[in-house]
C-alpha cells in the first residue's frame, strides 16, 4: 500500500468537487511526508493514470501545490523528481501555518 497515492486520489477528487461548487475558490495543496509522492514524476494511481495530467487540470484552475523540503521522502527521491507544477517550501508545516495565519485560509485535511 502506497499510503501518499491512496490518499491523493479522492483528495484531488474532492479539490475537483470543492472547485465546482465554489470555482472562485482559492487552494493550494501542501504536502509532506508519504503526502508527496503523487507529486514526483512519472506517479500514476493504481489504474496507471499519471496524476501529473489531473495536476495540470486543476493548476489551470488555479490551485498551487507545495512540496515540504524537510521530508526525507523528498531526499531519497531527489528534488528533481518533483513535478514542475509544484513549488519546494522549506517546510509543510510552516508553510500550512503561514497561510493559516497570514493569509487567512482554512486547513483542510484528506
Request: proline content about 8%.
Amino acid at each position: 500500500m502506497n499510503e501518499g497515492i491512496d490518499k491523493a486520489v479522492p483528495s484531488l477528487r474532492n479539490i475537483r468537487n470543492h472547485l465546482d461548487a465554489e470555482p472562485q475558490g482559492q487552494i493550494v495543496v501542501v504536502t509532506h511526508g508519504p503526502g508527496i509522492d503523487f507529486l514526483l514524476d512519472g506517479a500514476k494511481d493504481k489504474n496507471g493514470n499519471p496524476f501529473d495530467v489531473t495536476v495540470d487540470t486543476l493548476q489551470a484552475r488555479g490551485v498551487e501545490f507545495r512540496v515540504c523540503s524537510n521530508t526525507p521522502r523528498l531526499a531519497r527521491n531527489r528534488p528533481e523528481k518533483v513535478i514542475p507544477q509544484a513549488t519546494i517550501v522549506p517546510s509543510g508545516v510552516a508553510e500550512i501555518g503561514r497561510l493559516q495565519t497570514t493569509e487567512g485560509f482554512v486547513y483542510l485535511k484528506p
